[in-house]
């Protein structure tokens, strides 16, 4: 369920292990907001989401992958399987299932989000492109904790990085500490976030204005992670999902893979995640040896003797 990179990357390998698997698209996929990344494997010269998403889906489905849209809104145990209903009322029954249900970020408000983010000035993960900021005017906006926390790690990337408080408090003696150390500033609360095209400005409840090149809103963000819940999975603190070495979740036969799980958030892990998952799910299946049609089933006789 789910059609980002991982859940197209897991039916890309499913097809080619001759399985049958069903991709429920609900059109949400975290990576539609990328403008461009330059840090995807194998796209030395970039590429946008929606590109890379177009050409994930025409290499699933070249293969045979079926991709339906739809919004999967029950999983249940039927038996020794898995029946998943839509919000429509279609069913699925499957033996395995693999989660591809990603997150939803809690995006700032401010008018023009759309175009702020096409424009780079607003951007939603800084390991996948502070390097294409660097040396920007930065801003984290967030909770002030958070907001500390992030700038930090931007400090890597430009020597002018500032924390913008999205809602009233005081950092911890330990996050002051490391602002200080690390020369980050902390501004009040803001009142509002536009942007002009160029730059995104910050109106402060000191009704102080400030502009910046960049701007990352770490707002939080809601794992969909219900239906895994639902089967009883092990969720971490933030709601994502606990899985094995396999991509499995403490649901026998339940997979997870991509955002959902706990972990790193990326496009290399997504996809690194369904290949482990698909794999694990394809050698747990009945053998599907390729033989000729027309040959008939081996007999006793037909065996060596030992």
Known sequence: MGAGPAGLTAATYLARFHRRAVVVDA???????????HNCPGFPFGVSGTELLD?????????GA???????AKLERDGDAFLATAADGTRWRATYVVLATGIVDAMPSMPGLADAIARNVVRMCAVCDAYE???????????????????????????NVIAVRSEAGDPTAANAALAREARVSVLPVAKSLEHDGRC?????EDDSVHRFDTVYPILGCTPQSALAASLGASLDD??????DDHCQTHVDGLYAIGDIVSGLNQISVSVGHAAIAATAVHNRLPRNFREDPDA????????PSP
């Open 296 to 303: 008939q089933p081996a007999t006793a006789a037909d065996l």
């Open 55 to 63: 050409k994930l889906r025409a290499q699933a489905t070249g293969y």
């Open 27 to 37: 059109g949400k996929s975290r990576a539609r907001w990328i403008p461009k990344s």
């Open 238 to 243: 933030n709601g994502e999902i606990h899985v």
């Open 133 to 159: 900021a660097s040396d920007d005017r930065i801003a984290v906006y967030a909770p002030v904790d958070v907001a500390i926390s992030h700038a930090v790690f931007l400090r890597t990337f430009s020597r």
């Open 200 to 204: 995104c400005v910050f109106k402060l």
């Open 66 to 72: 079926d991709i339906v849209e739809g919004c999967v």
